[in-house]
Nanobody, 118 residues
């Protein structure tokens, strides 16, 4: 099982980034996919989650209206489009594949750093 995040980097406040998470080694289309983030000295927190078919999503309050989660089951990839970035969005962003609620796996990527700074 592999989850490989990419697309992080340094961006100025107000800028945009698109994160990708490429999955392999499991039945991607059967798993709920989510993005989490962890800032230095803080707990890991859920940013956004999307259903297996991509027809339902939910966001943390801090992400609502600025971030969009999407998935392409044909490419085994989940995305996080981030707009109007703020310094407080600075964190390591992780993707998660979860099917533990029906006895399946629960997998995490290694994370990608997002730094919002002028």
């Amino acid at each position: 099982v592999h989850l490989v995040e990419s697309g992080g980097g340094l961006v100025q406040p107000g800028g945009s980034l698109r994160l990708s998470c490429a999955a392999s080694g499991f039945s991607f289309s059967s798993y709920r996919m989510s993005w989490y983030r962890q800032a230095p000295g803080k707990e890991r927190e859920l940013v956004a989650t999307i259903s297996t078919l991509g027809d339902s999503s939910a966001y943390a309050g801090s992400a609502k209206g600025r971030f969009t989660i999407s998935r392409d089951n044909a490419k085994n990839t989940v995305y996080l489009e981030m707009n109007s970035l703020k310094p407080e969005d600075t964190a390591v962003y992780y993707c998660r594949a979860d099917r533990s609620y029906v006895g399946g796996g629960d997998y995490w990527g290694q994370g990608t750093q997002v730094t919002v700074s002028s």
